[in-house]
C-alpha cells in the first residue's frame, strides 16, 4: 500500500508559478511510476505529467509541455510539479498518483492514455488561475 499527500496548490495571476508536492508513504516508493493529474469542474480527469521510477524518462500532456517540469526525490518519497507561466485553463485539482508496474510505456502513454495504470491516488489540491 502507499499513501500519498499532496501539497503546494494556492491561487495564483496568470504568469504565476507554483510548485506542488506529493509525499509517499510505504514501502518501495522508489519502484513505483509517478504521475500528475487534474480535474476541472465539468471536465474529465486528465494526465498532466509522469515520470519514471528515477529522472530521465518523462512524458507530459501537449497543453503543459515547455511550462511544467515533473521531478522526483527518492530519498524524500517526494514527487514535484514545477508550473510557470500558468494559464487560466490550468485552474484544478490536482492529484498525484502511483503505478505499480511501471515501464516505460507507462510514462509516455499511461499517463495520457491509460489513468488505470495508477492505482494508487492522493486526495487533491486545488490550483486556481486567475487572468
Known amino acids: 500500500q502507499l499513501q500519498l499527500v499532496e501539497s503546494g496548490g494556492g491561487s495564483v495571476q496568470a504568469g504565476g508559478s507554483l510548485r506542488l508536492s506529493c509525499t509517499g508513504s510505504g514501502a518501495s516508493y522508489d519502484s513505483y511510476c509517478m504521475g500528475w493529474f487534474r480535474q476541472a469542474p465539468g471536465k474529465e480527469r486528465e494526465g498532466v505529467a509522469a515520470?519514471?521510477?528515477?529522472?530521465?524518462?518523462?512524458g507530459y500532456a501537449d497543453s503543459v509541455k515547455g511550462r511544467f517540469t515533473i521531478s522526483r526525490d527518492n530519498a524524500k518519497n517526494t514527487l514535484y510539479l514545477q508550473m510557470n507561466s500558468l494559464e487560466p485553463g490550468d485552474t484544478a485539482m490536482y492529484y498525484c498518483a502511483a503505478a505499480p508496474r511501471c515501464t516505460v510505456s507507462t510514462v509516455v502513454y499511461g499517463i495520457l492514455y491509460r489513468p488505470y495504470d495508477y492505482s494508487y491516488w492522493g486526495q487533491g489540491t486545488q490550483v486556481t488561475v486567475s487572468s
Open positions: 515520470i519514471y521510477t528515477t529522472d530521465g524518462v518523462t
